[in-house]
Structures are given as structure tokens and as C-alpha cells.
């Protein structure tokens, strides 16, 4: 099976992602967190690129003032993932760790990152089980109600030990092109003579649904010689970016409202004109705002 599974995916694995293509491990790091909520799609064509650009080692990363490379991460959203890069590059001084345990000392590296790190990067005979990989297992093994721990369990008896790199590669590419959430292509897996869950796949990987929030928002607009006013925002999700104004709900000088989702958040955004503000704002010049440390909510109000 696992001589089949390598040659499912010598012909079929997206073997151009160029995280695959590299033996710097700053930048598969780099990569892992980039796709931990973000898609393959965008993480290649725009953000790893783009980020890499400006911070090209974990060093340089690490010199850098928070601010720019919160203004690099702008877009991606999730902007602790952002802090912790940075926080490591200083701690680490440009120079990851090997070991799993070490890598699991830092900031914003969870189990998950570690293996991959230790496997794609270092390729050391480990698991790695994201959530692709998981839903493979928990179909090939027939698993209900399996716990993380249970599903880590399986994914070793399965490992590949001569070849676990590319073990862990194949699995997880099988997952996110054939094994789908919904309707698996079982009829073309390389998988399917051993794989106890093909007759009713969706059963082992039935999810609940997330339960949405929606909130009402109300920002002040207030510019001033070309320049417009932001805050600094004080909740630890959006710590160390920059924000519109907050208001109370006004019955003038109503701009525009728009949609906006975040996580599990259904936003009504509601803009207003501002003729004087009393709060401690940082200017910023419009021209300027691209390179801010602003999120995609405060771009889509202004840009
Ligand atoms: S046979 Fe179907 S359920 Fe089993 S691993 Fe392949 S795609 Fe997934």
C-alpha cells in the first residue's frame, strides 16, 4: 500500500509548490503558517512570495520592526500568527531548532508545525497529521469519534519509515485532491483495495456546523490635510495593528455600511464622516495606507 501510495503521488502530487522545492526551513516554517488558514492558492501566488520578498531569512524577519511585518501580513488575517513569527525569529536569533520538542517551546509552533517541520525540512521519520491527512486516516482505518490522539496512533502504524517524507506529502496531497469532505473520488484512490471506509466515507468525517455571530460595527472616518486618523487597537486579536476610529451609532453623517467576515463573525460594518475626534489617533497619510499595519476590514473601508 504505501508502494502504491508513492507512486500515486510521484505522478499526481503538487510537487511545484515551492515549499517542496526548498531545503531552507525558514521558509517551510514560513509556508506551515502561512497555510494554516489561508489557501495553497493564494499563500503561492501572492503572500509567501510577497513575504519573502521583504524578509528573506528569519533573521532579517527578526530585525524587522512588528509593525512592517504586520503591514506584510496584512490580508492574511489571523495577525497572531504574524506576531509569533516574529517573536521566534528574535528568540531564535535567525536559527530554528531540529528537535520537535525544542520547536514546540516556541511561540506559535504547535505539534502540527513542529512535525512538519522535522519531516518536510529536515525529513526525519515523524507523522504529520493535518487535517487532510487526518480525514484519510479516519476513512482508511474506519475510525468514529476518534480523538487526535487515536488518529496519531494510526497515522504511525501507516508511516513509511524508508520514505516518510514523502509518505507524509503523498497523504496529504491524497486528501485534499481525492479523499474530499464531500463525494471522495474512492473509485480512482490508490488507497481503495485496503481502505476499510470507502463504502460510506462521509460517515467518519461527519463535522458539526460552525455556529456564526453576527455583530453590528460603527467606525468614524475622519481625514484631515490628507491624512486619516487610526487608533491603536487594544484587543489581543488585532494587537499592534491600526484601526478607524470607533463610534457610537449616529443618526448623521452615515457614509456607507458594507459586509465583512472574520472567523466565525458575521460583520456589519457602518461608516460615518467625522467632523473632530477626541481620541489619541495616529495619522496616516492616504497614500501611505498600504504599507500600514492595517487589516482587510480597515482596507475595504478605505482602499
Ligand atoms: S478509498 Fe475513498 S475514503 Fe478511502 S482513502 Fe481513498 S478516497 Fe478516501
New binding site residues.
Given amino acids: 500500500m504505501q508502494k502504491t501510495l508513492l507512486q500515486w503521488y510521484e505522478a499526481n502530487g503538487r510537487h511545484e509548490l515551492p515549499w517542496r522545492n526548498t531545503t531552507d526551513i525558514y521558509h517551510i516554517y514560513l509556508s506551515e503558517i502561512m497555510l494554516q488558514q489561508t489557501q495553497v492558492n493564494r499563500v503561492r501566488d501572492e503572500y509567501y512570495p510577497q513575504f519573502l520578498a521583504k524578509f528573506p531569512t528569519l533573521k532579517s524577519l527578526g530585525e524587522a520592526p512588528l509593525e512592517e511585518v504586520l503591514s506584510a501580513w496584512s490580508g492574511l488575517g489571523y495577525y497572531s500568527r504574524a506576531r509569533n513569527l516574529h517573536k521566534t525569529a528574535q528568540l531564535t536569533q535567525g536559527k530554528l531548532p531540529s528537535e520537535y520538542k525544542e520547536l514546540l517551546k516556541l511561540p506559535g509552533i504547535g505539534s502540527y508545525t513542529a512535525s512538519a517541520i522535522c519531516s518536510f525540512g529536515h525529513h526525519q521519520g515523524i507523522t504529520v497529521v493535518d487535517t487532510n491527512i487526518a480525514r ?1 486516516i479516519k ?2 482505518y474506519a475510525l468514529l469519534d476518534a480523538n487526535a490522539k487515536n488518529i496519531d496512533t494510526h497515522a504511525a502504524q501507516l508511516l513509511n519509515h524508508k520514505e516518510s517524507r514523502a509518505h507524509n506529502l503523498a497523504l496529504m496531497d ?1 486528501g485534499s485532491l ?2 474530499l469532505p464531500k463525494n ?3 473509485d480512482i ?1 490508490p ?2 483495495e485496503q ?1 476499510r ?2 463504502e460510506e ?1 462521509e460517515l467518519y468525517t461527519q463535522t458539526k456546523k460552525t455556529k456564526y455571530e453576527s455583530l453590528e460595527l460603527f467606525y468614524g472616518i475622519y481625514i484631515r490635510n490628507n491624512k486619516i486618523a487610526l487608533t491603536q487597537t487594544e484587543g489581543s486579536m488585532y494587537k499592534g495593528m491600526l484601526e478607524l476610529p470607533s463610534v457610537e451609532p449616529l443618526e448623521e453623517d452615515f457614509l456607507r455600511s458594507f459586509k465583512h467576515s472574520y472567523t466565525k463573525y458575521r460583520l456589519t460594518v457602518n461608516l460615518y464622516h467625522l467632523e473632530e475626534i477626541e481620541k489619541k489617533c495616529i495619522w496616516i497619510a492616504m497614500d501611505e495606507l498600504h504599507a500600514a499595519p492595517i487589516s482587510s476590514l480597515v482596507k475595504k473601508a478605505l482602499l
Fill in positions: 484519510v476513512r482508511f491524497l481525492l479523499c471522495p473520488k474512492c484512490c488507497l481503495r481502505c471506509g470507502k466515507p
